[in-house]
């Protein structure tokens, strides 16, 4: 579901998305660079370098591991990861590419050979989750030498131990690299602890998760139960089922798309928090202490339902949802894009979840309606605070439009092909989201968020579009 930020937010203090290597290639391209000369300079100083080392290599290899002296398996071995080596490092941050073209193909071929049609759990969800760690920790490393704050290579034990511990291998979350290891060597409660004025001098004892762990399991169950009893008495699909359409009023289809889409959330609420609770469990998550003192064990929670329920935002509802997927996309894209930042993101988030028509309508369809959002909130918004009923009003208004507005653009994220999204929106929105644009366009026009209306109806889209690239 979708991921986005405020095109206002500051990106972080790192380097634009550009292929800048691997580390160690950064390093030497530092110290080989020729004045006057760009990267293309750096990329045959890394060729003719990789390929000297090669040659040394290859007389070494002929030398101490031919084929009387060594088995064909060790052979085979040797030349495979010397070959891998130099690949990584010519070629840096294409490690991003590599893990997503690999999570690509294996969605393709769960989906179009396998279980079309059928949200199957299958490797594809563990694979997601080691592409934003491989990913994650890619990007990490280059930051690090960027910043000249590299901290040290990680071990293949420790990389093998991120990347396929039992606590997040089937459902994740995605964390960082350092809390990983942090919690690992035992400094992960401490470290959070030291700037906390307990009353205590010295080493303060770990709190106990037990509290957290229990809360989490009940959500879970509460979940577990809703969506077993609710999701099957509302079945997505029915929304565009023939005999539906045809006796059901404009106002009956939304108001049981609203209810459907609701059903849906459960199974993921109970997920997400069933693996937070295992890593709490294990004594992974600890992220402080509130104002009241109370211990705190959110720091990989994926999801605060509270604030999805209640949103009265666009922007506010997807903040909420899926949190450390979100954090990784900002790592990943957002802060890295030069332009166009929240389209590239919500089209990543597509190509991340996997090859179903229906996840490419929601995500490219999630650009428009968070323009359009930000655009409204930012010219009406400030004429309801002036006082507490004005404002209760402003917040009903917007909660409705909100759930409404996630209905419309995530159905077809549960619908997954096209037939049935291309009648879902012909048959339930076509009406209103006419007159909704029309409506919009027509009231901003006159406060600078948008231009007059073009022939197609839709210039709010191209000036809120201009305005992003800006």
């Given amino acids: 579901m979708p991921v986005s930020w405020e095109e206002g937010d500051p990106p972080s203090e790192i380097s634009p998305w550009q292929p800048k290597g691997a580390t160690t290639r950064r390093l030497k391209s530092r110290r080989l660079q020729t004045p006057g000369l760009g990267d293309a300079h750096n990329w045959k100083v890394n060729f003719v370098a990789c390929q000297l080392f090669a040659f040394g290599v290859a007389i070494w290899f002929r030398t101490y591991l031919n084929a009387g002296h060594a088995h064909a398996t060790v052979r085979h071995a040797f030349a495979t990861i010397i070959g891998i080596y130099l690949a ?42 080691v592409t934003q760690k491989i990913t994650t920790l890619a990007f990490q490393l280059h930051d690090e030498l960027i910043s000249c704050f590299f901290r040290k290579r990680p071990t293949l034990l420790e990389y093998l131990s991120y990347h396929l511990n039992f606590m997040s291998i089937l459902a994740g979350p995605c964390s ?35 509290k957290a762990v229990l809360h989490k399991m009940c959500i879970c169950l509460v979940s577990l139960v809703v969506f077993l009893t609710i999701s099957k008495a509302f079945p997505v699909a029915y929304i565009v089922d023939d005999t539906f359409i045809k006796e059901s009023s404009f106002l009956t289809r939304l108001g049981y798309l609203y209810i459907a889409t609701m059903a849906s959330k459960p199974k993921y609420y109970f997920a997400w928090t069933l693996a937070d609770a ?101 010219n009406f918004r400030q004429y309801f605070m002036t006082s507490k009923m004005h404002k209760f009003g402003y917040d009903i208004l917007t909660w409705i439009v909100t759930q409404l507005a996630i209905s419309y653009t995530c159905a077809p994220f549960f619908l997954l092909a096209v ?5 879902l929106y012909k048959y339930v929105f076509k009406f209103m989201l006419c007159k909704t644009m029309k409506r919009t366009t027509k009231r901003c026009s006159g406060r600078g968020a948008v231009g007059k209306m073009d022939e197609s109806g839709c210039s709010i889209h191209n000036r809120l579009w201009r305005r992003e690239s800006g």
Avoid at 91 to 115: D, E, H, K, P
Avoid at 196 to 208: I, M, R
Avoid at 286 to 294: A, I, P, R, T
């Fill in 88 to 129: 990584v490092f010519c070629f840096g941050w294409y490690s991003f590419i590599t893990a997503l073209s690999y999570l690509t193909l294996c969605q393709v071929n769960r989906v179009y050979i396998f279980n079309y049609g059928i949200l199957a759990t299958d490797f594809s969800g563990p694979l997601m989750i």
């Fill in 176 to 210: 960082s690299f350092q809390d990983y290891i942090s919690f690992i060597e035992g400094r992960h409660i401490q470290s959070k602890l030291k700037d906390v004025n307990l009353k205590e001098k010295g080493y303060v004892q770990d709190p106990s998760p037990n």
């Fill in 419 to 423: 037939e049935p999204t291309i009648k």
């Fill in 278 to 378: 295992v890593n709490n469990a294990a004594g992974y998550g600890f992220s402080g202490v509130d104002e009241k003192g109370n211990f705190r064990w959110d720091l990989i929670n994926n999801l605060n339902i509270w604030n999805i329920e209640t949103a009265t935002s666009f922007k506010m509802y997807i903040d909420n949802w899926n949190i450390q997927t979100a954090a990784w996309l900002k790592r990943v894209c957002y802060d890295r894009a030069p332009k166009y930042r929240t389209a590239l993101t919500f089209l990543l988030s597509a190509l991340w979840h996997g090859v179903y028509p229906g996840y490419y309508f929601t995500f490219i369809t999630a650009i428009p309606v968070m323009l359009a959002s930000r655009a409204v909130r930012n």
